[in-house]
């Protein structure tokens, strides 16, 4: 891939709203080639879409988020694959990621409360045959998410010393 498309990608990640005349000049390519070489991205599945990243302390929704560690037992000819693929499919799940480590997939689930969640975990994940064991993790707080920080209060590098 030539550098100035992993530097396309690279600036769409940090901002897929900038104008593409902006982002031709910064590559130092016509609009034309940033516009075509966005659509074959598009087309060949490398961009899969677009999202905002939500301020959810600003924009209260009381959506509940969790993540949940997985462990289960691959299947013969499917490996993890086909469970994690049937996992995914569940509304709750936001994410699915194959992980190394104690557990197997990791997850993140949103719900409309705990005891949604709580739900999720007790009659749909844990009913899967193949699922051992599940750990799960509420967000409280987030700080910084898909390489956006959230608006929080700065503290000095250093403890202030005092006599």
């Known amino acids: 891939m030539p550098v ?3 530097a396309l990608i690279d600036l769409l990640q940090k901002n897929a709203l900038t104008p593409r005349e902006d982002i031709a000049r910064m590559l130092d390519l016509t609009v034309a080639q940033v516009e075509t070489e966005i659509a074959r991205l598009e087309h ?3 961009i899969l879409g677009y999202q ?3 301020n959810r302390e ?8 969790a993540v949940i560690e997985v462990k289960i ?13 049937r996992i995914a499919r569940f509304e709750e799940v936001q994410t699915c990621y194959l992980m190394s480590g ?10 409309k409360s705990l005891r949604s969640i709580a739900g999720f975990v007790a009659e749909k994940l844990s009913t899967i045959e193949a699922v051992q064991a599940t750990a799960t993790h509420f967000r409280l707080k987030t ?16 403890l202030a010393v005092s006599p």
């Open 102 to 111: 104690g557990h197997d997939l990791l997850i993140v689930v949103e719900g």
């Open 52 to 54: 905002a990243i939500i």
């Open 4 to 6: 100035s498309m992993e």
């Open 58 to 65: 600003k924009w209260d929704t009381d959506i509940v988020t």
């Open 73 to 85: 037992t691959p299947e013969r000819d499917g490996g993890f694959d086909r469970v994690a693929s």
């Open 44 to 46: 060949e599945g490398v």
């Open 143 to 158: 700080y910084k998410e898909n390489g956006a920080f959230h608006h929080f209060e700065h503290l000095p590098e250093r």
